[in-house]
């Protein structure tokens, strides 16, 4: 059974940091590019980063480049979304999904909810 668990997220004041995780299983892990998103109040699903299966690659939206890091363990199955310098505008259910190769299999996690208030 394919399963994506999201969980780090929570309430943190403006210009605070969260890690979030996203453990997966059901799949091999090392074979999928990973990718963090979010959907915010009203607004579309927003594509935040990527990295390719070995780690070496990654690509970030320009909204988080500068402060927010994705990165993974193969090893442990596990993808990583480091933010940093959050706003309020950073509130949203965040997302991991992972693709195979080929683009045409890929699975979403349940989404993790990550608020950004003082």
């Known amino acids: 059974q394919v399963q994506l668990v999201e969980s780090g997220g929570g309430l943190v004041q403006p210009g605070g940091s969260l890690r979030l995780s996203c453990a997966a299983s059901?799949?091999?892990?090392?074979?999928?590019?990973m990718s963090w998103y979010r959907r915010a109040p009203g607004k579309e699903r927003e594509l935040l980063a990527t990295i390719t299966q070995s780690g070496r690659g990654t690509n970030y939206a320009d909204s988080v480049k500068g402060r927010f890091t994705i990165s993974r363990d193969n090893t442990r199955n596990t993808v990583y979304l480091q933010m940093s310098s959050l706003r309020p505008a950073n509130t949203a259910v965040y997302y991991c999904?992972?693709?195979?190769?080929?683009?045409?299999?890929?699975?979403w996690g349940q989404g993790t909810q990550v608020t950004v208030s003082s």
């Open positions: 059901g799949f091999t892990f090392s074979s999928y590019v």
């Open positions: 999904k992972a693709v195979d190769r080929s683009g045409l299999r890929y699975y």
